[in-house]
């Protein structure tokens, strides 16, 4: 028998999966706290033992042993770039493709007061972009001399900006002892995004530098690899879902929706050309496989954060309760992130919260359109992916793959006849995630890509709105 | 040619004639310009932006469907503020409606700030000389 084990250290809790490579089967999987505060193989041998209690899987000798994390707050990320809808954006989408958090972006020439902020937030790494190749040097190379000013800043930064000003860029942090990598430029021309090599040099850095900075090397002495960040091998394992692998078919476009206790993450992997006749795209081109991260709407540590963005009429409308519960309840979770909601009012107003961060996440996520009156007559202009025509729709996160309905919560997802302009899609196929082994297939897929693909097609529940 | 001028090229407003911007696109790239083709729709926010990232010298804007002067209005002052200020700014095509003088027409682009006004009609091969020698090119 050859198997598998499949980590996950979330912040919350620290997943489990084993996995039987020859069948093709998940055996168990099995979660425990997290205890990055203290040693993080606390937590992890704790849901081993569970794993092992469950299957007979007694100290089984396993073949791989892959994690991926999310501990430590992530991998927090600053993007600074030079004009916001443009190498700002690039840098930013670079940045969430490689499953970081953003914590910040800059625009335009770094002052002082900005370099204090980024100083404050000491992130994990900084990406520093700007100007097309061969086009603006001087504030990128600007923005590079204030960063290296710094006495305070030590992340490591990777350079994704104008290549006439890589080796200028690269002088002047070596000079002051920064850690640097150059990449390629994230918007090599205008208008044209190239994000995969930032998302593999940040992918390099985080295995060299962030995985011990986070206390996690010490997984690495039981374990055989802590490869990437969680979100990282969320969009791993949608993008092999969604294209397949050699002989084996994939499920066509997709969209994932993964609703966490921070965050909401959407993840599409399409095109997203206009469906229909006589619109044009404007703005930067979409990633065909593209992450987007609501750091607002969230179940537990975001919980105040998402009533205020979506209003409490709205949660009100939703769930049917008054707003004294809604606002007891909002400020219960969000005090008592580990806390697991048994009685019905609690658990109506959780699937409110959860209908509106799947709605509000998806909207931001999709395309929108836009008239445009001219004289000959209305045209319309079409910003970001047009998922309409998406084949399937995939939900994840605690939330929806413990609830007996998630088909309630999902339906957020879908295109609303009243808001016609937003892009969602009409008539998806629904997968839920209820061995919640999206993220340990992402992992997989790096060894094993065809059996992960299998495991995925055989195990997400289709489910009918 | 190491030291061609970038210059971006667009047709500003709610305009989609997009024949004439390929014609222009391909002869500036034949004379050795890297042209930044923005395309029909183009707003004036995407010239400045577009200038600034890809450090061009010049922003060539096309009106052809008589609303110019109300398309450029203010691009000029954007470009300052953008910190572009001292771009080269041209203008050309069928720039406003119904019958007026070219001298009025031409005299009202340049107080908005264009460097040259071009009529319906003009050569490609009328602009480029002009266009390299306000580069200091030639």
Redesign the interface.
Known sequence: MELALLIDFGSTFTKVTAVDLGRETVLATARSFSTVETNIMEGFFNALRELEGYAGLDSPPYKYKIACSSAAGGLRMIAVGLVPDLTVEAAKRAALGAGARVTGVFAHELSSSEVGKIEAQDPDIILLAGGTDGGNREVIIHNAKMLAASSHLNSPVVAAGNKAAADEIRDIMVCSGKDVRITDNVMPELNVLNIDPARETIRTVFLEKIVAAKGLKKAEEFIDRVLMPTPAAVLNAAQLLAEGFEDEPGLGDLLVVDVGGATTDVHSVAGGEPTKAGISLKGLPEPFAKRTVEGDLGMRYSARALLESVGIRKLVRNCGYDKEQILKHVEKVGTNPGLLCTDEVSRGIDDALALMAVDTAVERHVGKIETVYTPFGASYIQTGKDLTGVNCLVGTGGVIVYHHDPAVIMRGALFDQDLPTVLKPVHPRLFIDREYILAGMGLLAEVRPLTALRIMKKYLAETHF | MGNLA?VVLGVIG???HAVGNRILAYALEQAGF?V?N?G??ASQ?EFV??A?????RALLVSSL???GEMDCRGLREKAVEAGIGSVLMYIGGNLVIGKREWKDVESTFIKMGFDRVYPPGTLPDDVIPQLRQDLGLT
């Open positions: 970038t709610a305009d989609v890297k930044i923005i029909v729709l926010e932006d577009a600034i990232e890809t450090g061009a469907y008589g609303h």
